[in-house]
């Protein structure tokens, strides 16, 4: 097993990057494949705008994959991943709730895309604020 801290800097770059590629296909593959698979699968496609929200969603989960438990854990901080998800929890369940009962499947998507959102800008709010630190001492 290699040295944490001496590499620590290089593995959270890999899979900062690895993750972005992968969200960026997922959120591809959603909002070019999606309509179309929903419709052979259901008998009818979801909307490109709910498509490309539901793609928005899996590139932030993707995201605070790495950024949770790569950075944040790695820097010896498991409440600010726990947080951030609480964050997330408040903004897109009731996003989700009354959305979803006006607006459908588009409703729901926004709901969820708010809260994978929120969830990715807490943690990069919480990352940027150690890093910081970290240059600091």
């Given at each position: 097993?290699?040295?944490?801290?001496?590499?620590?800097?290089?593995?959270?770059?890999?899979?900062?990057?690895?993750?972005?590629?992968?969200?960026?296909?997922?959120?591809?593959?959603?909002?070019?494949?999606?309509?179309?698979?929903?419709?052979?699968?259901?008998?009818e496609p979801m909307g490109v705008a709910t498509a490309v929200l539901f793609g928005v969603a899996t590139f932030c989960l993707s995201m605070t994959t790495a950024l949770g438990r790569h950075v944040l854990i790695g820097l010896g901080r498991?409440?600010?991943?726990?947080?951030?998800?609480?964050?997330?929890?408040?903004?897109?369940?009731?996003?989700?709730?009354v959305l979803a009962h006006s607006l459908g499947a588009f409703g729901g998507a926004i709901g969820l895309a708010t809260a994978e959102g929120v969830v990715l800008l807490t943690q990069l709010f919480f990352a940027g604020t150690l890093w910081k630190s970290r240059s600091r001492a």
């Open positions: 097993m290699e040295d944490g801290k001496a590499h620590f800097g290089r593995r959270i770059r890999t899979a900062l990057m690895l993750h972005a590629v992968l969200g960026a296909a997922g959120f591809a593959m959603f909002a070019l494949a999606g309509p179309w698979l929903t419709g052979v699968l259901f008998d498991p409440r600010f991943v726990f947080w951030s998800v609480v964050a997330g929890a408040v903004a897109g369940v009731p996003t989700t709730i």
